[in-house]
Structures are given as structure tokens and as C-alpha cells.
């Protein structure tokens, strides 16, 4: 696609329930990044998926939290029992591989946890 | 470890008047620094880059800035600030030549220009 998909834009749950939220980068770029944008937080590092290799997993806050990437394209983020300090907006970007630097965000996934 | 300093959370400037955001770094060997804008319910666009070359770097609607090793520094300015300008600002860094190294980002600086 042109950009960088992300859905849905918002997402409210109850304490407790698990949460999926999808990222589509751009078509043919390798490397995806998931970020998380808490309120005074800035963006925090969560997981980067390139092509085939296993992903870095060091930003992963809990083994709540996981993530994969079907055929090196679309990412799905879950958080299991989500938890009130899980609400953020979850931001997914891509770029077109290794030595690339340029990174492209999507619009985010806002997620309200009650 | 890499980090990014960021020291204000807001910046509040006359339109027409220049305009600073600061960010300081810290990061093994040569930096590779990043700003980026958030606008309201949008994601992160890239304003600019340093990589090597000219301290002075110019981006996106009319932003520069300028890198200071000795200082480990590298603040986003503007001479002449418009109303439009309002949004979030991100300062990011990463080690340089280091493949795909996750980008750290500052907490992000406020920008209000007022009319």
C-alpha cells in the first residue's frame, strides 16, 4: 500500500481481555517496528521484525506482550490480560530493510484499557 | 545504551518569531539523529536527518538543525514560526553503521505558536 496500515484506530477494552492489533507496512519493505506512546512517555521500543530473522524481542515490556509477522509482511501485536497501564497508542512503522534508516509510521492504534 | 534528552515538554512562541526545541544525545561512536513531527490523531512524519557531511541540516517546511558534537546536540529550529507549526516534536537517536538498530526517541516537546 502507500502508507503504513494500522488497525483498528481505536480500540477500548476491560481490564483483563486479550487485544490484537494489526500493522500492513509498506509493500516490500523488510523491517518493521512496533513502538508503544505513552502520555509524558515518549515512544518506547517494543519488538523489530527483519525479513526472515528472529525478531528483537528486547522492548517487550511483559510476557504479556508478543508479536509475530506472517509471510514478512502483515504484523499482529497481542497483549494477553491487558492491564490500565497497557492503554497507550501503539504505533507500527516500516522501512525498506537492513541499512535503510528511513522509517515510515503509520497513524497508530490507540487502546484504552478500563 | 543509547539515549535522547529532550529537557522542555513545551515551547510556547509567537507566530512570526523564531523558534528552538532542544534535544541532547548519547550514543557509542557516531550518531545518527532524527527529528520527527506528530501531529493531532496522526503518526510520526519524518522533518529531518543527520548522518555525516554539514552540521547544518535543512528538512521538511522550512525547519533546520544543527549538530554539535562538542555538545552533544542537535536542536530543531525554525527562523519564522507559523501557527500550523503546533505539534508534537520527537527527537531520535541510533548508533551509526549499525544495520537496523531501533531509533530511541526523547519524550517529546510540545510546540505552541501562538497567533
Known amino acids: 500500500g502507500a502508507g503504513v496500515s494500522q488497525s483498528p484506530s481505536n480500540k477500548v477494552t476491560e481490564k483483563g481481555k486479550d487485544v490484537e492489533l494489526r500493522c500492513d507496512p509498506i509493500?516490500?519493505?523488510?523491517?518493521l517496528y512496533w513502538y508503544r506512546q505513552s502520555l509524558g512517555q515518549g515512544l518506547e521500543f517494543l519488538i523489530y521484525f527483519q525479513g526472515n530473522s528472529a525478531p528483537d524481542k528486547s522492548g517487550l515490556p511483559s510476557d504479556r506482550f508478543s508479536a509475530e509477522r506472517t509471510g514478512g509482511s502483515v504484523s499482529t501485536l497481542t497483549i494477553q490480560r491487558t492491564q490500565q497501564e497497557d492503554s497507550a497508542v501503539y504505533l507500527c512503522?516500516?522501512?525498506?530493510?537492513?541499512?535503510?534508516?528511513?522509517?515510515?509510521f503509520g497513524a497508530g492504534s490507540r487502546l484504552t484499557v478500563l | 545504551a543509547q539515549s535522547v534528552a529532550q529537557p522542555e515538554d513545551q515551547v510556547n512562541v509567537a507566530e512570526g518569531n523564531p523558534l528552538t526545541v532542544k534535544c541532547t544525545y548519547s550514543v557509542s561512536g557516531n550518531p545518527y539523529l532524527f527529528w520527527y513531527v506528530q501531529y493531532p490523531n496522526r503518526g510520526l512524519q519524518f522533518l529531518l536527518k543527520?548522518?555525516?557531511?554539514?552540521?547544518l541540516v535543512k528538512g521538511s517546511y522550512g525547519f533546520e538543525a544543527e549538530f554539535n558534537k562538542s555538545q552533544t546536540s542537535f536542536h530543531l529550529k525554525k527562523p519564522s514560526a507559523l501557527v500550523s507549526d503546533s505539534a508534537l516534536y520527537f527527537c531520535a537517536v541510533r548508533p551509526g553503521n549499525s544495520g537496523n538498530t531501533p531509533l530511541v526517541f526523547g519524550k517529546g516537546t510540545r510546540l505552541s505558536v501562538i497567533a
Open positions: 509493500s516490500g519493505h523488510t523491517a
Open positions: 543527520y548522518i555525516t557531511g554539514d552540521n
Open positions: 512503522a516500516s522501512s525498506l530493510g537492513v541499512g535503510s534508516i528511513d522509517l515510515t
